[in-house]
Structures are given as structure tokens and as C-alpha cells.
Nanobody, 125 residues
Framework: QVQLVESGGGLVQAGGSLRLSCAASGRTFSSYAMGWFRQAPGKEREFVATIIWSGRNTYYADSVKGRFTISSDNAKNTVYLQMNSLKPEDTAVYYC??????????????????WGQGTQVTVSS
């Protein structure tokens, strides 16, 4: 089992920045990649970004490219999501997720095995 704990959410004005953190514990050696998803009220949970632990390859949703940056600190088993130029439409609960292997799409939530409890991000206009 892998346990994931997110932190760093909050309220920010449009154009502002936030940094989310996700600390992994437990059987972290079984984790191949970690990512971020988000879910706004009344909407499906959607992919935001993923990073591969080894090699640090990254993948982003088109809606956040150029504004969000995912990074990792392997020694701390922690993944970060730096969010800049935030927009009201970025308002959502942000979830950290881990996957065990590289099979399947990085963009599909079905391919992720472990999830955090979520952290609220609210962007005011």
C-alpha cells in the first residue's frame, strides 16, 4: 500500500500562485509515477499532470501547460505542483495519485492505483 497526503491548497486571487505538495509513504518503491488530478463541482475528475519517478518525464493537460509545473524530490518521496497564473476555472479539489507501472494512458484516472484525500484550491476573480 502507498499512502498519499496532499497539502498546500487554499484561496488565491486570479493571477496568483500556489504550490501543492504530496508526500508518499508506505510501499513507495512500488510506485512508478505520481500525478495530480482535479475535480470541480458537478464535473468529472480530470488529469492535470504526471511525473515519472525515474527519468522525471512529465506530462500535462493542455489547459495547464505553461502555467503549472510538476516536480519531485525522490529523497523525500514528495511530488509538487507549482501553479502560476491561476484562473477561476482552476478552482477544484486537487488529488494526488500514484500508479504502479507504465502500462496504459498517463491521462486516465483508471490507471492510478492510490489516491490522496484531496486539497481544495479556490481561485477568486
Amino acid at each position: 500500500q502507498v499512502q498519499l497526503v496532499e497539502s498546500g491548497g487554499g484561496l488565491v486571487q486570479a493571477g496568483g500562485s500556489l504550490r501543492l505538495s504530496c508526500a508518499a509513504s508506505g510501499r513507495t518503491f512500488s510506485s512508478y509515477a505520481m500525478g495530480w488530478f482535479r475535480q470541480a463541482p458537478g464535473k468529472e475528475r480530470e488529469f492535470v499532470a504526471t511525473i515519472i519517478w525515474s527519468g522525471r518525464n512529465t506530462y500535462y493537460a493542455d489547459s495547464v501547460k505553461g502555467r503549472f509545473t510538476i516536480s519531485s524530490d525522490n529523497a523525500k518521496n514528495t511530488v509538487y505542483l507549482q501553479m502560476n497564473s491561476l484562473k477561476p476555472e482552476d478552482t477544484a479539489v486537487y488529488y494526488c495519485a500514484a500508479r504502479s507501472d507504465s502500462s496504459g494512458s498517463y491521462y486516465s484516472r483508471a490507471e492510478y492505483d492510490y489516491w490522496g484525500q484531496g486539497t481544495q484550491v479556490t481561485v477568486s476573480s
